[in-house]
């Protein structure tokens, strides 16, 4: 998907995202949880959240942390960035990871961040490489990042086009490992799995709303068409039970 595409699917799905990703608020919680566990956070932690989207879960990673400062909210797209609720616990910043890298966003009073934190956002870089190597030169000196993200072969219940072609572009865990060990960070990686339920007929609208970027790879004819083998499929399913298998992709600031 192209920088252009990827900004213009989420324009249109910054609306109704939230939606989409609250038929379990159990879910939220404890996928929040992980990742506050993972990073270690702590309230004295300056703590910045690339590519936060709506603020889904930056918001509940806030309220567990209760941090001092207030957590920064980095994403490009305003109409995600709407979406965050007003709270002095979240700052709100419309960039990319790609701009603060370059310095073309800078980060406010000169922040150096104890942690930042990517979920689901690694894909849409352009320059993988690049990018990470230059978040891991925004931390401070005991900092640490995250990248939470799905493997390519994924449990949900896509139609078959769907996963191939999320097959086609999802990097490998083991490739962003080794960009933050490239970088000179302690890296590693983990691996959480979160059981999820959901009603068939609400996820056919979450397919008909594409949202998953990788369905915006598919025409209007091609997605109607994907639903129909989807309903075909699990036609005797009226609850889908899946696991969500991620990979925690951490990197850690060498003592020195």
Request: glycine share 6%; proline share 7%.
């Amino acid at each position: 998907m192209t920088e252009t595409t990827t900004a213009e699917h989420y324009e249109r799905v910054a609306a109704s995202y939230n939606e989409h990703w609250t038929y379990d608020p159990d879910y939220v919680r404890r996928f929040a949880d992980a990742m506050v566990d993972a990073l270690r956070l702590g309230s004295s932690d300056v703590i910045a959240d690339v590519g936060c989207g709506t603020g889904l879960y930056t918001r509940r990673l806030a309220a567990r942390v209760e941090p001092a400062h207030p957590v920064l909210c980095v994403d490009p797209v305003p109409a995600m960035l709407e979406q965050l609720p007003s709270s002095p616990a979240l700052r709100p910043l419309q960039a990319s990871a790609e701009d603060l890298v370059s310095g073309a966003v800078p980060l406010p009073d000169g922040t150096r961040p104890d942690a930042i934190l990517l979920k689901e956002s690694v894909h849409h870089m352009a320059d993988r490489a690049a990018t990470l190597t230059g978040l891991a030169g925004l931390l401070s000196r005991h900092g640490r990042v995250l990248v939470v993200m799905l493997p390519p072969a994924i449990g949900h219940p896509l139609f078959r086009a769907a996963h191939e072609r999320f097959r086609e572009l999802q990097p490998e865990p083991a490739e962003i490992e080794g960009i933050l060990a490239a970088a000179g960070l302690r890296a590693s990686i983990s691996y959480r799995t979160f059981h999820a339920a959901i009603d068939r007929e609400r996820y056919v609208r979450m397919l008909e709303a594409r949202y998953m970027s990788v369905l915006s790879d598919f025409s209007s004819e091609e997605l109607a068409e994907g639903v129909a083998q989807f309903r075909h499929a699990y036609r005797d399913t009226p609850v889908l039970r899946f696991e969500d298998r991620f990979a925690f992709v951490a990197g850690w600031v060498r003592p020195g």
